[in-house]
């Protein structure tokens, strides 16, 4: 039986333009831009062969319930995946389930396996696109984290070749944002209480479904404006409107939840005040979490890492640092 030894990674990415609430199927309310982490990663090692069965069989030291159920489904438009035994190691280097985005690389980490099986032994090379599109099968955001760099993913006129089903490389970002480190706060690394599944099926009757889709277009009009022009200041605002306003959404559903902590909000406050009396371009995101992403260019790190050793708050978070984007 022919078999052939997978060692394939992909990176966490961090929403700017926050995807929250489906369409139909696994398709974006509305469309989301983000930027990939580089030392954060996901893992895929072990082997993969074809067997004589006629299921995909999944064997895997986590989550393998989950994924071989996602895998059937899959299996029924990807009939070839049936023929596949897939005998595979996971493993992290950052917590996960903790708004950290670890859905996003996990699957498309195991997009990338399916791809590098089907090239193995059905001698056919998928296309990104192809490889994006599966991903997102398995996890939405998966889709922005095939490659690394600064992505779109949804239909939209405000950028040639987007799609629902896939994702885009945005290419026009200027050295302003060249090189960005991301400074991660972990006040909490323990599972969010509310998955993102829930979070999106919560948007189905959300009585601000509309002008959520409204407010994302009319920002990711103005990102990509400010990413392209170097309008650092912009950018912040923009990028900061958009956090609050995921978790303004999950505190004013029909369901009303909130992931944010005390801390957080301590925390984006100090990083205001501190911004203003430096003038610095330093900003933050959170994903569906309490844990803040500080986002800052790379001649800024060492400011930025004495003021955190300092901070008053210091005990309260553990970091990971991390770069974004693909110019390191």
């Known amino acids: 039986m022919k078999k052939v030894n997978i060692d394939l990674c992909s990176w966490p990415n961090i929403a700017l333009i926050k995807y929250w609430g489906k369409k139909s199927g696994q398709t974006p309310l509305n469309p989301s831009l983000s930027v990939n982490l580089n030392r954060a990663q996901t893992r895929f090692t072990g082997q993969i062969s074809v067997h004589d069965q006629k299921k995909a069989q999944l064997r895997l030291n986590q989550f393998e ?22 005998e595979l190691q996971s493993e992290n280097n950052f917590p996960h389930s903790c708004g950290i985005a670890s859905s996003a690389s996990s699957m498309s980490a195991f997009a990338k396996v399916l791809a590098f099986s089907y090239q193995s032994f059905f001698d056919e090379r998928p296309s990104m696109e192809q490889i994006s599109s599966w991903a997102r099968f398995f996890s939405g955001s998966a889709c922005r984290s095939i490659e690394k760099g600064w992505f779109l993913w949804g239909q939209t006129e405000l950028h040639a070749n987007t799609s629902d089903f896939y994702s885009v490389k945005i290419d026009q970002i200027h ?3 060249s090189q960005l480190c991301d400074t991660i ?22 009585p601000q479904k509309n002008q959520r889709r409204q407010r994302a277009n009319e920002r990711l009009e103005q990102l990509l404006k400010a990413l392209a022009e170097g309008q650092t200041e912009k950018f912040c605002h923009l990028v900061e ?10 505190m004013t559903g029909l369901r009303p939840y909130s992931l944010l902590s005390g801390l957080s909000l301590e925390m984006i406050k100090s990083m205001w005040k501190f911004r203003e009396e430096q003038n610095l371009f330093i900003t933050f995101t959170i994903d569906a979490g309490p844990n803040l992403h500080l986002i800052y260019p790379l001649k800024n790190q060492n400011m930025i890492q004495r003021w955190l050793a300092d901070h008053p708050l210091k005990d309260s978070f553990t970091c990971f640092e991390d770069t974004l984007g693909e110019k390191f």
């Open 65 to 86: 319930d989950k994924l071989q159920k996602k895998l059937d489904e899959f299996s029924l438009q990807h009939s070839w995946v049936n023929q596949l035994l897939l």
């Open 241 to 250: 409107a958009e956090a609050l306003d995921l978790h303004f959404l999950m």
């Open 175 to 177: 050295p302003s944002f």
């Open 185 to 206: 706060l972990i006040f909490d690394d323990s599972v969010k209480q509310l998955s993102s599944t829930e979070g999106h099926q919560l948007m189905e009757n959300h």
